[in-house]
């Protein structure tokens, strides 16, 4: 697995760094209505072959990229971030809205819900330590008053 930087190829750094994660269905499906409104580039084999030229893989042209340029080519930063402060006026987000914070959403919406244990919101997040999860994506609720805690006689039922 690799990843570009500056334009280049960069070996990913970790074990850890590589990983497929769960993805909630119905973002898959807005990405796929999404997509489908962009034609998709031609690939580099198809591209090379058409030419007689040969693939350079420093320089990749479409190949198994999600994001890329009009010509299937890795988007350079400064690029992405144009398009991205475009997308975050559009959406009607903060202005100061990065795109770090989609990070942030994902694992505090994670914690938020209820249907994951923290450990669990830990290991979806990539994270290392449970504190670095805990401390900066969860969200303790407004109120906590008027919550009725069952845990324990649940647990001792048996006596």
């Known amino acids: 697995m690799e990843q570009r930087q500056r334009g280049k190829v960069v070996r990913l750094e ?87 914070d989609l990070k942030h959403f994902y694992t505090s919406t994670l914690g938020a819900s209820g249907k994951h244990d923290p450990k669990t919101v830990q290991a979806l997040s990539r994270h290392a330590e449970f504190s670095e999860t805990w401390d900066t994506y969860a969200h303790p609720p407004l109120a906590v008053e008027g919550i009725i805690v069952t845990a324990f006689g649940t647990a001792f039922s048996h006596l």
């Not at 999404?34 to 030229?53: D, I, K, L, V």
């Not at 690029?79 to 959406?91: N, S």
């Open 14 to 100: 970790t074990r850890a760094s590589r990983a497929t994660l769960p993805v909630d269905p119905f973002l898959i499906a807005q990405l796929a209505r999404h997509t489908s409104r962009w034609p998709r580039p031609e690939s580099a084999s198809q591209r090379s072959g058409r030419m007689g030229q040969q693939h350079d893989p420093t320089n990749p042209t479409g190949e198994d990229l999600i994001v890329t340029n009009q010509s299937g080519r890795p988007i350079l930063h400064g690029d992405f971030y144009r398009k991205w402060r475009r997308a975050v006026t559009q959406a009607e987000l903060p202005e100061r809205t990065r795109f770090h």
